[in-house]
């Protein structure tokens, strides 16, 4: 399952940097589990698991990520 930048969590906004992550590239994570900051020009935020399993970063801390953009998988 692809981890995606929803219009939800950003808000007005159309981008984010990604602050850190809160988990470790190929770690198991529960659905739900708070797996990234991103911080927009409004908000910081936390980032939530969509379903549990594997999971592996498709960008790094500081990175600027865009609305709909895969960040991470989950297999």
């Given at each position: ?9 950003l808000g007005d906004d159309e981008e984010a ?5 809160l988990v470790e590239d190929g770690s198991t ?47």
């Open positions: 399952m692809d981890v995606i930048l929803t219009k939800e969590l940097d990604l602050g850190e992550w994570v529960t659905e739900g589990q708070a797996i990234a900051s991103l911080e927009t020009s409004k908000l910081v935020s936390e980032l939530v698991a969509p379903a549990a399993g594997v999971i592996t970063f498709k960008k790094e801390e500081g990175d600027l990520v865009e609305l709909d953009e895969v960040i991470a998988t989950i297999a």
